[in-house]
Protein backbone atom coordinates (compact mmCIF):
# COMPACT_ATOMS: atom_id res chain seq x y z
CA UNK A 1 0.00 0.00 0.00
CA UNK A 2 1.56 3.49 -0.89
CA UNK A 3 -0.45 5.06 1.64
CA UNK A 4 1.56 3.37 4.57
CA UNK A 5 4.94 4.31 3.38
CA UNK A 6 3.45 8.17 2.87
CA UNK A 7 1.53 8.30 6.24
CA UNK A 8 4.97 6.87 7.89
CA UNK A 9 6.96 9.55 6.07
CA UNK A 10 4.76 12.43 7.00
CA UNK A 11 4.48 10.73 10.72
CA UNK A 12 8.47 10.68 11.01
CA UNK A 13 8.70 14.18 10.21
CA UNK A 14 5.19 15.49 12.22
CA UNK A 15 7.46 13.86 15.35
CA UNK A 16 10.58 15.49 14.51
CA UNK A 17 9.01 18.92 14.54
CA UNK A 18 7.04 17.94 17.77
CA UNK A 19 10.10 16.61 19.13
CA UNK A 20 11.63 20.69 18.11
CA UNK A 21 9.00 22.32 19.39
CA UNK A 22 7.89 20.99 23.05
CA UNK A 23 9.92 22.58 25.94
CA UNK A 24 12.50 19.74 26.70
CA UNK A 25 11.59 17.69 29.64
CA UNK A 26 14.52 18.71 32.09
CA UNK A 27 13.50 22.48 31.52
CA UNK A 28 11.97 23.72 34.96
CA UNK A 29 9.47 22.45 36.43
CA UNK A 30 10.30 19.49 34.71
CA UNK A 31 6.55 17.79 35.73
CA UNK A 32 4.70 19.95 33.48
CA UNK A 33 6.76 19.25 30.57
CA UNK A 34 6.92 15.60 31.23
CA UNK A 35 3.71 15.48 31.29
CA UNK A 36 3.07 17.38 28.00
CA UNK A 37 5.69 15.08 26.14
CA UNK A 38 4.28 11.96 28.18
CA UNK A 39 0.68 12.58 25.97
CA UNK A 40 2.11 13.93 22.78
CA UNK A 41 4.27 11.48 22.02
CA UNK A 42 1.63 8.23 23.33
CA UNK A 43 1.66 6.23 19.80
CA UNK A 44 -0.79 8.98 18.07
CA UNK A 45 -1.45 8.20 14.34
CA UNK A 46 -1.02 12.41 13.43
CA UNK A 47 -3.91 11.97 11.68
CA UNK A 48 -4.89 15.81 11.84
CA UNK A 49 -1.38 17.09 11.28
CA UNK A 50 -1.27 14.86 8.02
CA UNK A 51 -4.15 16.39 6.86
CA UNK A 52 -2.88 19.75 7.33
CA UNK A 53 -0.12 19.14 4.94
CA UNK A 54 -2.10 16.84 2.51
CA UNK A 55 -4.44 20.05 2.36
CA UNK A 56 -1.45 22.75 1.99
CA UNK A 57 -0.22 20.45 -0.60
CA UNK A 58 -3.90 19.86 -2.68
CA UNK A 59 -3.56 23.88 -2.68
CA UNK A 60 0.05 23.99 -4.00
CA UNK A 61 1.53 25.23 -0.71
CA UNK A 62 4.85 25.00 0.71
CA UNK A 63 4.20 22.04 2.95
CA UNK A 64 7.60 22.93 4.75
CA UNK A 65 5.70 25.86 5.55
CA UNK A 66 2.80 24.46 6.94
CA UNK A 67 4.54 22.13 9.43
CA UNK A 68 4.53 24.37 12.32
CA UNK A 69 0.60 24.52 11.77
CA UNK A 70 0.23 20.96 11.61
CA UNK A 71 1.75 20.94 14.90
CA UNK A 72 0.08 23.45 16.81
CA UNK A 73 -3.55 21.21 15.93
CA UNK A 74 -1.59 18.01 17.06
CA UNK A 75 -1.27 19.71 20.63
CA UNK A 76 -4.55 20.60 20.53
CA UNK A 77 -5.55 17.01 19.49
CA UNK A 78 -3.42 16.10 22.50
CA UNK A 79 -4.80 18.58 25.09
CA UNK A 80 -8.24 17.50 24.36
CA UNK A 81 -7.43 13.66 24.94
CA UNK A 82 -6.10 14.60 28.29
CA UNK A 83 -9.00 16.68 29.29
CA UNK A 84 -12.03 14.26 28.15
CA UNK A 85 -9.73 11.16 29.95
CA UNK A 86 -10.03 13.12 33.59
CA UNK A 87 -12.28 11.37 36.14
CA UNK A 88 -14.55 14.24 35.92
CA UNK A 89 -15.31 13.62 32.62
CA UNK A 90 -14.96 10.12 30.64
CA UNK A 91 -12.54 8.43 33.61
CA UNK A 92 -10.37 6.57 31.36
CA UNK A 93 -7.46 5.19 32.88
CA UNK A 94 -5.62 3.84 29.51
CA UNK A 95 -4.81 5.62 26.39
CA UNK A 96 -3.54 3.31 23.54
CA UNK A 97 -2.34 0.65 26.14
CA UNK A 98 -0.81 3.43 28.14
CA UNK A 99 -1.43 4.67 31.62
CA UNK A 100 -3.34 8.56 30.83
CA UNK A 101 -2.02 11.57 31.40
CA UNK A 102 -3.99 12.00 35.33
CA UNK A 103 -3.15 7.90 36.30
CA UNK A 104 0.75 8.94 35.38
CA UNK A 105 1.10 12.65 36.66
CA UNK A 106 -1.87 13.16 38.81
CA UNK A 107 -5.02 15.12 38.16
CA UNK A 108 -3.32 18.33 38.92
CA UNK A 109 -0.75 18.04 36.67
CA UNK A 110 -2.91 16.93 33.50
CA UNK A 111 -5.21 19.84 34.02
CA UNK A 112 -2.38 21.65 33.62
CA UNK A 113 -0.19 19.77 30.74
CA UNK A 114 -3.80 20.20 28.72
CA UNK A 115 -4.10 24.13 29.53
CA UNK A 116 -0.03 24.31 28.51
CA UNK A 117 -0.48 22.54 25.25
CA UNK A 118 -3.16 24.60 24.03
CA UNK A 119 -1.34 27.75 25.00
CA UNK A 120 1.69 27.16 23.55
CA UNK A 121 -0.45 25.69 20.07
CA UNK A 122 -1.78 29.51 19.79
CA UNK A 123 2.20 30.23 20.72
CA UNK A 124 3.54 28.52 17.95
CA UNK A 125 0.85 29.73 15.52
CA UNK A 126 1.43 33.33 16.14
CA UNK A 127 4.96 32.73 15.12
CA UNK A 128 4.60 31.41 11.65
CA UNK A 129 6.06 33.63 8.99
CA UNK A 130 3.32 35.71 8.01
CA UNK A 131 1.17 37.60 10.48
CA UNK A 132 -2.05 37.64 8.37
CA UNK A 133 -2.27 34.02 7.70
CA UNK A 134 -1.09 33.17 11.13
CA UNK A 135 -3.67 35.59 12.04
CA UNK A 136 -6.50 33.28 10.35
CA UNK A 137 -5.36 30.15 11.24
CA UNK A 138 -5.78 30.98 14.90
CA UNK A 139 -8.94 32.36 13.98
CA UNK A 140 -9.96 29.23 12.46
CA UNK A 141 -8.95 27.06 14.91
CA UNK A 142 -10.25 28.81 17.85
CA UNK A 143 -13.76 28.81 16.35
CA UNK A 144 -13.45 25.38 15.60
CA UNK A 145 -12.19 24.01 19.39
CA UNK A 146 -14.52 26.50 21.73
CA UNK A 147 -17.49 26.07 23.12
CA UNK A 148 -19.46 26.12 19.65
CA UNK A 149 -17.30 23.41 18.65
CA UNK A 150 -14.94 20.74 20.05
CA UNK A 151 -15.63 22.01 23.48
CA UNK A 152 -19.15 22.05 22.94
CA UNK A 153 -19.62 18.08 21.57
CA UNK A 154 -17.34 17.40 24.77
CA UNK A 155 -20.21 19.47 26.71
CA UNK A 156 -22.47 17.23 25.04
CA UNK A 157 -21.23 14.00 25.17
CA UNK A 158 -20.95 14.22 29.40
CA UNK A 159 -23.64 15.14 29.92
CA UNK A 160 -25.69 12.39 27.75
CA UNK A 161 -23.43 9.48 28.61
CA UNK A 162 -26.71 6.94 28.62
CA UNK A 163 -27.64 6.06 25.45
CA UNK A 164 -27.81 9.83 23.40
CA UNK A 165 -30.40 9.59 20.63
CA UNK A 166 -28.87 10.11 17.11
CA UNK A 167 -29.64 13.74 16.36
CA UNK A 168 -27.58 14.37 19.63
CA UNK A 169 -25.07 11.38 19.22
CA UNK A 170 -24.35 13.28 15.47
CA UNK A 171 -24.23 16.46 17.44
CA UNK A 172 -21.53 15.65 19.44
CA UNK A 173 -19.21 13.64 16.90
CA UNK A 174 -19.51 16.65 14.54
CA UNK A 175 -18.13 18.95 17.31
CA UNK A 176 -16.13 16.60 19.45
CA UNK A 177 -14.26 15.05 16.89
CA UNK A 178 -15.48 16.68 13.22
CA UNK A 179 -14.43 19.86 14.27
CA UNK A 180 -10.95 19.57 15.19
CA UNK A 181 -10.48 16.99 11.84
CA UNK A 182 -12.09 20.12 9.46
CA UNK A 183 -10.41 22.68 11.20
CA UNK A 184 -7.08 20.60 10.17
CA UNK A 185 -7.82 20.82 6.74
CA UNK A 186 -8.88 24.42 6.22
CA UNK A 187 -5.91 25.29 8.25
CA UNK A 188 -3.57 23.46 5.65
CA UNK A 189 -5.58 25.66 2.90
CA UNK A 190 -4.87 28.81 4.67
CA UNK A 191 -1.54 28.33 4.95
CA UNK A 192 -1.45 27.90 1.35
CA UNK A 193 -3.10 31.19 1.00
CA UNK A 194 -6.04 29.25 -1.22
CA UNK A 195 -9.00 31.31 -2.40
CA UNK A 196 -12.50 30.82 -0.28
CA UNK A 197 -13.22 28.33 -2.80
CA UNK A 198 -10.95 25.85 -2.17
CA UNK A 199 -10.96 26.60 1.57
CA UNK A 200 -15.03 25.71 1.99
CA UNK A 201 -13.85 22.48 -0.22
CA UNK A 202 -11.75 21.15 2.08
CA UNK A 203 -13.46 22.04 5.24
CA UNK A 204 -16.10 20.24 3.99
CA UNK A 205 -13.85 17.09 3.32
CA UNK A 206 -12.74 17.79 6.53
CA UNK A 207 -16.26 17.58 7.76
CA UNK A 208 -17.36 14.32 5.54
CA UNK A 209 -14.00 12.71 6.74
CA UNK A 210 -13.88 13.75 10.29
CA UNK A 211 -17.66 12.20 10.44
CA UNK A 212 -16.53 8.97 8.69
CA UNK A 213 -13.52 8.79 11.41
CA UNK A 214 -16.12 8.62 14.55
CA UNK A 215 -18.45 6.41 11.93
CA UNK A 216 -15.34 3.48 12.23
CA UNK A 217 -14.52 4.00 15.35
CA UNK A 218 -18.07 3.35 16.40
CA UNK A 219 -18.06 0.24 14.03
CA UNK A 220 -14.52 -0.99 15.48
CA UNK A 221 -15.87 -0.57 19.02
CA UNK A 222 -19.58 -1.69 18.74
CA UNK A 223 -20.77 1.47 20.01
CA UNK A 224 -22.40 4.75 19.24
CA UNK A 225 -23.13 4.76 15.48
CA UNK A 226 -22.96 0.99 15.08
CA UNK A 227 -25.86 0.38 17.75
CA UNK A 228 -27.85 3.36 16.65
CA UNK A 229 -27.67 2.52 12.70
CA UNK A 230 -26.31 -0.82 13.18
CA UNK A 231 -23.02 -1.97 11.81
CA UNK A 232 -24.14 -2.06 8.44
CA UNK A 233 -26.25 0.93 8.09
CA UNK A 234 -22.87 2.36 9.60
CA UNK A 235 -20.57 0.82 6.97
CA UNK A 236 -22.77 2.49 4.28
CA UNK A 237 -22.97 5.84 5.49
CA UNK A 238 -18.95 5.74 6.15
CA UNK A 239 -18.82 5.05 2.50
CA UNK A 240 -21.13 7.19 1.68
CA UNK A 241 -19.52 10.09 3.64
CA UNK A 242 -16.01 9.07 2.37
CA UNK A 243 -17.44 9.46 -1.50
CA UNK A 244 -18.85 12.94 -1.14
CA UNK A 245 -15.47 13.92 0.73
CA UNK A 246 -14.05 12.49 -2.87
CA UNK A 247 -16.48 14.69 -4.81
CA UNK A 248 -14.94 17.47 -2.71
CA UNK A 249 -11.21 16.93 -4.37
CA UNK A 250 -11.76 17.27 -8.04
CA UNK A 251 -11.44 21.03 -7.90
CA UNK A 252 -7.65 19.87 -7.05
CA UNK A 253 -6.72 17.45 -9.27
CA UNK A 254 -3.90 15.47 -9.43
CA UNK A 255 -2.43 17.35 -6.24
CA UNK A 256 -5.38 15.86 -4.22
CA UNK A 257 -4.37 12.52 -4.29
CA UNK A 258 -3.13 11.93 -0.63
CA UNK A 259 -6.37 13.17 0.78
CA UNK A 260 -8.18 10.96 -1.70
CA UNK A 261 -5.83 8.24 -0.47
CA UNK A 262 -6.38 9.49 3.01
CA UNK A 263 -10.01 9.50 3.00
CA UNK A 264 -9.90 5.69 1.66
CA UNK A 265 -7.36 5.06 4.86
CA UNK A 266 -9.92 6.73 6.94
CA UNK A 267 -12.85 4.34 5.58
CA UNK A 268 -10.74 1.15 5.69
CA UNK A 269 -8.81 1.10 8.37
CA UNK A 270 -8.91 -1.95 11.11
CA UNK A 271 -7.64 -0.33 14.12
CA UNK B 1 -10.68 59.43 45.66
CA UNK B 2 -10.55 60.05 42.11
CA UNK B 3 -9.07 57.16 41.36
CA UNK B 4 -12.21 55.17 43.05
CA UNK B 5 -14.29 56.78 39.57
CA UNK B 6 -11.82 56.08 37.11
CA UNK B 7 -11.90 52.55 38.64
CA UNK B 8 -15.59 52.53 38.37
CA UNK B 9 -16.24 53.86 35.04
CA UNK B 10 -13.42 51.75 33.45
CA UNK B 11 -15.08 48.32 35.31
CA UNK B 12 -18.29 49.38 33.74
CA UNK B 13 -16.28 50.01 30.27
CA UNK B 14 -15.13 46.25 30.55
CA UNK B 15 -18.29 45.06 31.73
CA UNK B 16 -20.57 45.72 29.18
CA UNK B 17 -17.86 44.72 26.61
CA UNK B 18 -17.49 41.42 28.12
CA UNK B 19 -21.14 41.04 28.22
CA UNK B 20 -21.25 41.36 24.46
CA UNK B 21 -18.24 39.48 23.57
CA UNK B 22 -19.30 35.89 25.62
CA UNK B 23 -21.85 33.70 24.30
CA UNK B 24 -25.30 34.34 25.88
CA UNK B 25 -26.63 31.70 28.45
CA UNK B 26 -29.05 30.19 26.25
CA UNK B 27 -26.82 29.52 23.33
CA UNK B 28 -26.35 25.53 23.26
CA UNK B 29 -25.14 24.25 24.62
CA UNK B 30 -26.39 26.42 27.39
CA UNK B 31 -24.33 24.93 30.81
CA UNK B 32 -21.16 25.74 29.28
CA UNK B 33 -22.29 29.49 28.55
CA UNK B 34 -23.85 29.72 32.06
CA UNK B 35 -20.77 28.61 33.73
CA UNK B 36 -18.26 31.08 31.23
CA UNK B 37 -20.56 33.50 31.88
CA UNK B 38 -21.29 32.65 35.97
CA UNK B 39 -17.45 33.01 36.27
CA UNK B 40 -16.48 36.17 34.26
CA UNK B 41 -19.53 37.99 36.09
CA UNK B 42 -18.52 37.07 39.49
CA UNK B 43 -17.39 40.29 40.85
CA UNK B 44 -13.60 40.30 40.15
CA UNK B 45 -12.16 44.24 40.50
CA UNK B 46 -11.37 44.20 36.94
CA UNK B 47 -7.11 45.07 37.66
CA UNK B 48 -5.88 43.13 34.87
CA UNK B 49 -7.90 45.02 31.81
CA UNK B 50 -8.14 48.57 33.41
CA UNK B 51 -4.05 48.48 33.38
CA UNK B 52 -4.11 46.94 29.36
CA UNK B 53 -6.46 50.18 28.79
CA UNK B 54 -4.55 52.38 31.10
CA UNK B 55 -1.32 51.19 29.46
CA UNK B 56 -2.49 51.94 26.34
CA UNK B 57 -3.24 55.55 26.92
CA UNK B 58 -0.13 55.81 28.60
CA UNK B 59 1.24 55.12 25.09
CA UNK B 60 -0.94 57.42 23.39
CA UNK B 61 -2.52 54.83 21.40
CA UNK B 62 -6.96 54.40 21.26
CA UNK B 63 -8.76 53.27 24.59
CA UNK B 64 -11.57 52.11 22.26
CA UNK B 65 -9.55 49.68 20.29
CA UNK B 66 -7.81 48.11 23.47
CA UNK B 67 -10.65 46.95 24.95
CA UNK B 68 -11.07 43.51 23.32
CA UNK B 69 -7.28 43.18 24.18
CA UNK B 70 -8.19 43.89 27.64
CA UNK B 71 -11.25 41.48 27.68
CA UNK B 72 -9.48 38.81 26.35
CA UNK B 73 -6.76 39.30 29.34
CA UNK B 74 -9.89 39.31 31.76
CA UNK B 75 -11.21 35.91 30.08
CA UNK B 76 -7.63 34.13 30.60
CA UNK B 77 -8.12 35.35 34.50
CA UNK B 78 -11.19 33.79 34.49
CA UNK B 79 -10.41 30.74 33.15
CA UNK B 80 -7.37 30.64 35.45
CA UNK B 81 -9.43 30.58 38.65
CA UNK B 82 -11.94 28.48 37.46
CA UNK B 83 -8.65 25.55 37.07
CA UNK B 84 -6.65 27.01 40.21
CA UNK B 85 -10.09 25.98 42.15
CA UNK B 86 -10.27 22.40 41.22
CA UNK B 87 -10.29 19.90 43.83
CA UNK B 88 -6.83 18.31 41.97
CA UNK B 89 -5.89 22.33 42.69
CA UNK B 90 -6.10 24.86 45.36
CA UNK B 91 -9.34 22.58 46.26
CA UNK B 92 -11.47 26.09 46.82
CA UNK B 93 -15.61 25.75 47.83
CA UNK B 94 -16.13 29.69 47.39
CA UNK B 95 -14.27 32.07 45.96
CA UNK B 96 -15.73 35.98 46.75
CA UNK B 97 -18.17 34.81 48.60
CA UNK B 98 -20.11 32.58 46.07
CA UNK B 99 -19.57 28.70 45.39
CA UNK B 100 -16.89 28.46 42.66
CA UNK B 101 -17.35 27.33 38.97
CA UNK B 102 -17.06 23.12 39.92
CA UNK B 103 -19.02 23.40 43.14
CA UNK B 104 -21.77 24.98 41.06
CA UNK B 105 -21.56 23.04 37.91
CA UNK B 106 -19.48 20.27 38.73
CA UNK B 107 -16.05 19.85 37.36
CA UNK B 108 -16.58 18.10 34.03
CA UNK B 109 -17.75 21.53 32.90
CA UNK B 110 -15.89 23.53 35.24
CA UNK B 111 -12.57 22.16 33.49
CA UNK B 112 -14.54 22.71 30.06
CA UNK B 113 -15.43 26.37 30.80
CA UNK B 114 -11.91 26.76 32.10
CA UNK B 115 -11.00 25.62 28.47
CA UNK B 116 -13.71 27.79 26.45
CA UNK B 117 -12.34 30.96 27.81
CA UNK B 118 -8.58 30.22 27.25
CA UNK B 119 -9.93 29.19 23.39
CA UNK B 120 -12.49 32.19 23.13
CA UNK B 121 -9.62 34.66 24.21
CA UNK B 122 -7.17 33.83 21.53
CA UNK B 123 -10.35 34.28 18.70
CA UNK B 124 -11.11 37.63 20.66
CA UNK B 125 -7.44 38.44 19.99
CA UNK B 126 -7.42 37.25 16.23
CA UNK B 127 -10.49 39.31 15.77
CA UNK B 128 -8.84 42.86 15.96
CA UNK B 129 -8.54 45.18 13.57
CA UNK B 130 -4.93 44.80 12.35
CA UNK B 131 -3.42 41.79 11.87
CA UNK B 132 -0.03 41.58 12.54
CA UNK B 133 -0.67 43.47 16.18
CA UNK B 134 -2.99 41.18 16.72
CA UNK B 135 -0.58 38.64 15.92
CA UNK B 136 1.93 40.13 18.54
CA UNK B 137 -0.69 40.07 21.31
CA UNK B 138 -0.97 36.56 21.10
CA UNK B 139 2.34 35.41 21.04
CA UNK B 140 2.91 37.81 24.17
CA UNK B 141 0.10 36.66 25.97
CA UNK B 142 0.70 32.73 25.26
CA UNK B 143 4.24 33.41 26.45
CA UNK B 144 3.20 34.98 29.81
CA UNK B 145 0.36 31.87 30.27
CA UNK B 146 2.38 28.79 29.07
CA UNK B 147 4.64 26.18 30.99
CA UNK B 148 7.41 28.60 31.51
CA UNK B 149 5.04 31.63 33.00
CA UNK B 150 0.97 31.45 34.61
CA UNK B 151 1.00 27.64 34.22
CA UNK B 152 4.44 26.94 35.16
CA UNK B 153 3.58 28.84 38.53
CA UNK B 154 0.38 26.73 39.08
CA UNK B 155 2.42 23.86 38.94
CA UNK B 156 5.37 24.32 42.03
CA UNK B 157 2.52 26.08 43.83
CA UNK B 158 0.95 22.74 43.81
CA UNK B 159 4.36 20.97 44.07
CA UNK B 160 4.66 23.27 47.19
CA UNK B 161 1.96 23.31 48.98
CA UNK B 162 3.56 22.97 52.86
CA UNK B 163 6.01 26.06 53.59
CA UNK B 164 7.44 26.99 50.30
CA UNK B 165 11.40 28.55 51.09
CA UNK B 166 11.41 32.18 49.30
CA UNK B 167 12.95 31.41 46.48
CA UNK B 168 10.12 29.33 45.77
CA UNK B 169 7.67 31.23 46.59
CA UNK B 170 8.96 34.32 44.57
CA UNK B 171 9.10 32.35 41.58
CA UNK B 172 5.11 31.04 42.15
CA UNK B 173 4.26 34.33 42.53
CA UNK B 174 6.34 35.86 39.98
CA UNK B 175 4.36 33.47 37.09
CA UNK B 176 1.28 32.84 38.74
CA UNK B 177 0.69 36.57 39.19
CA UNK B 178 2.66 38.25 38.17
CA UNK B 179 3.15 37.20 34.50
CA UNK B 180 -0.55 37.70 33.14
CA UNK B 181 -0.52 41.30 35.16
CA UNK B 182 2.80 42.19 33.12
CA UNK B 183 1.33 40.87 29.87
CA UNK B 184 -2.13 42.40 30.36
CA UNK B 185 0.66 46.34 30.65
CA UNK B 186 2.58 45.23 27.26
CA UNK B 187 -0.29 44.13 25.92
CA UNK B 188 -1.96 47.60 26.39
CA UNK B 189 1.41 48.88 24.80
CA UNK B 190 1.71 46.49 22.07
CA UNK B 191 -1.64 47.53 20.68
CA UNK B 192 -1.11 51.08 20.80
CA UNK B 193 2.08 50.23 18.38
CA UNK B 194 4.72 51.57 20.97
CA UNK B 195 8.17 51.34 20.06
CA UNK B 196 10.05 48.59 21.98
CA UNK B 197 11.66 51.17 24.77
CA UNK B 198 7.87 51.71 25.78
CA UNK B 199 7.03 48.39 25.39
CA UNK B 200 9.59 47.28 27.74
CA UNK B 201 9.18 49.87 30.48
CA UNK B 202 5.16 48.87 30.99
CA UNK B 203 6.35 45.32 30.87
CA UNK B 204 8.83 45.87 33.55
CA UNK B 205 6.18 48.02 35.63
CA UNK B 206 3.48 45.56 34.94
CA UNK B 207 6.66 42.81 36.91
CA UNK B 208 6.75 45.16 40.00
CA UNK B 209 3.30 46.03 41.19
CA UNK B 210 2.14 42.20 39.73
CA UNK B 211 4.89 41.37 42.52
CA UNK B 212 3.12 44.04 44.71
CA UNK B 213 -0.11 42.58 44.19
CA UNK B 214 0.62 39.41 45.81
CA UNK B 215 2.53 40.90 48.55
CA UNK B 216 -0.13 43.05 49.35
CA UNK B 217 -2.59 39.95 49.33
CA UNK B 218 -0.35 37.86 51.09
CA UNK B 219 -0.33 40.73 53.84
CA UNK B 220 -4.27 41.29 53.61
CA UNK B 221 -4.14 37.05 54.17
CA UNK B 222 -1.55 37.21 56.53
CA UNK B 223 0.19 34.08 54.18
CA UNK B 224 3.01 33.41 51.60
CA UNK B 225 5.36 36.89 51.73
CA UNK B 226 3.99 38.18 55.03
CA UNK B 227 5.26 34.78 57.18
CA UNK B 228 8.33 34.91 55.17
CA UNK B 229 9.47 38.51 55.50
CA UNK B 230 7.19 39.42 58.36
CA UNK B 231 4.38 41.79 58.21
CA UNK B 232 6.18 44.79 58.23
CA UNK B 233 9.37 43.17 55.85
CA UNK B 234 6.40 42.55 53.09
CA UNK B 235 5.26 46.28 53.77
CA UNK B 236 8.48 47.25 52.99
CA UNK B 237 8.81 45.60 49.94
CA UNK B 238 5.22 46.27 48.42
CA UNK B 239 6.44 49.96 48.56
CA UNK B 240 9.72 49.75 47.07
CA UNK B 241 8.51 47.45 44.26
CA UNK B 242 5.80 50.35 44.16
CA UNK B 243 8.29 53.16 43.82
CA UNK B 244 10.27 51.02 41.15
CA UNK B 245 7.19 50.58 39.17
CA UNK B 246 6.56 54.35 39.55
CA UNK B 247 10.08 55.02 37.58
CA UNK B 248 9.48 53.02 34.91
CA UNK B 249 6.46 56.03 34.36
CA UNK B 250 8.58 58.47 33.90
CA UNK B 251 9.31 58.20 30.35
CA UNK B 252 5.47 58.29 29.32
CA UNK B 253 4.70 61.91 31.11
CA UNK B 254 1.69 62.63 32.51
CA UNK B 255 -0.41 60.45 30.16
CA UNK B 256 0.78 57.45 32.88
CA UNK B 257 -1.02 59.09 35.87
CA UNK B 258 -3.49 56.76 35.72
CA UNK B 259 -0.70 53.61 35.53
CA UNK B 260 0.57 55.97 38.87
CA UNK B 261 -2.55 55.67 40.79
CA UNK B 262 -3.17 52.50 39.94
CA UNK B 263 0.38 51.32 41.50
CA UNK B 264 -0.60 53.45 44.65
CA UNK B 265 -4.09 51.94 44.75
CA UNK B 266 -2.87 48.52 44.40
CA UNK B 267 0.08 48.75 47.20
CA UNK B 268 -2.75 50.62 49.70
CA UNK B 269 -5.89 47.92 48.72
CA UNK B 270 -7.47 46.91 52.36
CA UNK B 271 -9.18 44.06 50.57
Known amino acids: MKITGYLKARQKLIDAALDSYLPAENEYPKEIHRAMRYSVFSGGKRVRPILTLASCEACGGNVKGAVSAACAVEMVHAYSLIHDDLPAM ?8 KPTCHKKFG ?3 AVLAGDALLT ?3 ELLSGGKD ?6 IIRALAEAIGS ?5 GQVVDIQN ?3 PDLPTLTYINAHKTGALIAASCKIGAISAKAPGKKLDA ?7 IGFTFQVVDDILDKEGFALALGVDGAKKEAARL ?6 ELGIFGRRAKPLGDLADFILNRKK
Open 161 to 163: QAD
Open 107 to 109: EGI
Open 202 to 208: LKRYGEY
Open 131 to 136: PAVNNE
Open 148 to 152: NGMIG
Open 90 to 97: DDDDFRRG
Open 120 to 122: YAF
Open 242 to 247: VAKAHR
